[in-house]
Nanobody, 117 residues
């Protein structure tokens, strides 16, 4: 079993920055993807960014050039640096991990990000 704990959400003005962190613990297989989804009120959950254990990344078009995902494999932690935040970035951000030994998905409890205009 894998447990994910997010931190770093909060309230920020438009144009500001936040850094989210997600620490994974438990029985973590070395080959995995970690990333972030978000869900705004009355909208579907959407992929924000993902990073594989070899460091390759993928971003939603809406955040390219503003957000940066990174990971520290020694700490089993993934980060999301969010710059130039917009009100439309307001959402609950969920960390996830896909383990490629069993193709199991694990999710964090979510951290709320609110961007005021």
């Amino acid at each position: 079993q894998v447990h994910l704990v997010e931190s770093g959400g909060g309230l920020v003005q438009a144009g500001g920055s936040l850094r989210l962190s997600c620490a994974a613990s438990g029985n973590i297989f070395s080959i995995n993807d970690m990333g972030w989804y978000r869900q705004a009120p009355e909208k579907q959950r959407e992929l924000v960014a993902v990073i594989s254990s070899d460091g390759s990344t993928n971003y939603a078009d809406s955040v390219k050039g503003r957000f940066a995902i990174s990971r520290d494999n020694a700490k089993n932690t993934v980060y999301l640096q969010m710059n130039s935040l917009k009100p439309e970035d307001t959402a609950v951000y969920y960390c996830y991990l896909v383990s490629y030994d069993s193709y199991t998905e694990y999710w964090g409890q979510g951290t709320k990000v609110t961007v005021s205009s």
